[in-house]
């Protein structure tokens, strides 16, 4: 459903092994798939598939205007012809799909694409189907990117770019926003109307959305954190919404100041124990605990056990605008 007028760009953090599909993959993957996968072809169809392989070849990493509209455009179509699909149509693909993957192992899928290797592809339908039988994201994984994130590794999707999450643990951030739409691997309403009218349909390798983080400035680290090589590191990706910082105090009295910003922060920690400490204010802190720190407010981390001491803390830094450019005038 689409709530609300606000975006809604997301970032995630691997807090354990993750893996999804996120972002259109380059065109020349989709291209290569559509050959090579019978069952794929079959439900985009024939003609459809023609069409957006003439359309895109010799364009596909080109950046001029006109070609990235024309490629945009034929993307859309072959991404929606699939999407409205029969189901009993996807269903039978499917256990050809299957079949296939079970049977060609690394061959599978024309022995997979630059970015996953055919037994990858091949393991990961047989897994998905287990979970989603006869699903239509059994043929949308290849118009996506897969991703594999290890912990910390990170990932920044623009606001209507299409993503699944398949499996691991993640710090998920985003902006204020209801909105979503789903149409894959999924038990609730799926519209598959809005989201094919609405996405981007951008494409790229995964690697322009993974983030790296860089040291986090303003803090400061008492003797006994320096000395455990505990870190403090940013995670900021490119709009103003939000941005992440991830705390790891590896020592009992370790301990991180963090200086008062002009905005609020919700603070969580996934791991270890230790205290918050918010002017004269010292609260404990455990697995799972969330706190909010309002804005201005020097905010103070301790471990006080002797696992590492890991926190996420969520903020945002406001500049005085907000109000008028959601639309409040005083």
Same mark, same amino acid.
């Given at each position: 459903m689409s709530a609300d007028d606000n975006h809604k760009p997301e970032m995630t953090i691997a807090v354990t092994p993750f893996d999804g599909l996120c972002g259109f993959r380059p065109l020349s993957e989709i291209t290569h798939f559509l050959s090579h996968v019978p069952?794929?072809?079959?439900?985009?169809?024939?003609?459809?598939?023609?069409?957006?392989?003439?359309?895109?070849?010799?364009?596909?990493?080109?950046?001029?205007? #006109?070609?990235?509209?024309?490629?945009?455009?034929?993307?859309?179509?072959?991404?929606?012809?699939?999407?409205?699909?029969?189901?009993?149509?996807?269903?039978?693909a499917a256990k050809e799909l299957i079949s296939s993957a079970k049977k060609e192992?690394?061959?599978?899928?024309g022995h997979g694409g630059?970015?996953?290797?055919?037994?990858?592809? $091949?393991?990961?339908?047989?897994?998905l189907n287990s979970q989603f039988e006869g699903d239509i994201g059994l043929f949308v994984l290849f118009f996506l990117n897969y991703v594999k994130l290890e912990v910390g590794e990170a990932?920044?999707?623009? $606001?209507?770019?299409?993503?699944?999450?398949?499996?691991?643990?993640?710090?998920?951030?985003?902006?204020?926003?209801?909105?979503?739409?789903?149409?894959g691997f999924t038990p609730k309403y799926q519209d598959i109307p809005t989201l094919t009218s609405m996405l981007t349909y951008s494409y790229a390798p995964i690697s322009q959305?993974?983030?790296?983080?860089?040291?986090?400035?303003?803090?400061?680290?008492?003797?006994? $954190?320096?000395?455990?090589?505990?870190?403090?590191?940013?995670?900021?990706?490119?709009?103003?919404?939000?941005?992440?910082?991830?705390?790891?105090?590896?020592?009992?009295?370790?301990?991180?100041?963090? #200086?008062?910003i002009a905005g609020p922060s919700i603070l969580l920690c996934t791991g270890g124990q230790g205290t918050i400490s918010v002017g004269?204010?010292?609260?404990?802190?455990k697995h799972g605990y969330v706190f909010?720190?309002?804005?201005?407010a020097e905010c103070v981390l301790e471990s006080s056990g002797d696992e590492p001491f890991t926190t996420f803390k969520a903020f945002c830094e406001l500049s005085g605008h907000e109000d008028s450019a959601n639309g409040n005038h005083a």
């Amino acid at each position: 459903m689409s709530a609300d007028d606000n975006h809604k760009p997301e970032m995630t953090i691997a807090v354990t092994p993750f893996d999804g599909l996120c972002g259109f993959r380059p065109l020349s993957e989709i291209t290569h798939f559509l050959s090579h996968v019978p069952s794929l072809r079959k439900l985009v169809g024939e003609s459809t598939s023609k069409e957006f392989q003439e359309a895109v070849h010799g364009r596909e990493s080109s950046e001029s205007s #006109e070609d990235v509209q024309r490629n945009k455009k034929a993307l859309q179509e072959a991404f929606s012809a699939l999407m409205n699909s029969e189901k009993t149509a996807v269903v039978s693909a499917a256990k050809e799909l299957i079949s296939s993957a079970k049977k060609e192992g690394e061959s599978f899928a024309g022995h997979g694409g630059p970015s996953n290797g055919g037994q990858e592809l $091949a393991e990961l339908v047989v897994r998905l189907n287990s979970q989603f039988e006869g699903d239509i994201g059994l043929f949308v994984l290849f118009f996506l990117n897969y991703v594999k994130l290890e912990v910390g590794e990170a990932m920044f999707l623009k $606001a209507d770019d299409i993503h699944a999450y398949l499996s691991g643990d993640i710090i998920e951030c985003m902006a204020s926003s209801d909105n979503v739409v789903r149409a894959g691997f999924t038990p609730k309403y799926q519209d598959i109307p809005t989201l094919t009218s609405m996405l981007t349909y951008s494409y790229a390798p995964i690697s322009q959305q993974k983030m790296s983080p860089v040291s986090y400035p303003y803090v400061t680290l008492n003797t006994t $954190a320096y000395s455990s090589s505990s870190s403090v590191i940013l995670y900021d990706p490119p709009i103003e919404e939000f941005s992440v910082v991830k705390s790891e105090l590896n020592k009992k009295g370790a301990k991180v100041t963090f #200086e008062a910003i002009a905005g609020p922060s919700i603070l969580l920690c996934t791991g270890g124990q230790g205290t918050i400490s918010v002017g004269p204010k010292t609260e404990e802190v455990k697995h799972g605990y969330v706190f909010f720190v309002g804005a201005t407010a020097e905010c103070v981390l301790e471990s006080s056990g002797d696992e590492p001491f890991t926190t996420f803390k969520a903020f945002c830094e406001l500049s005085g605008h907000e109000d008028s450019a959601n639309g409040n005038h005083a």
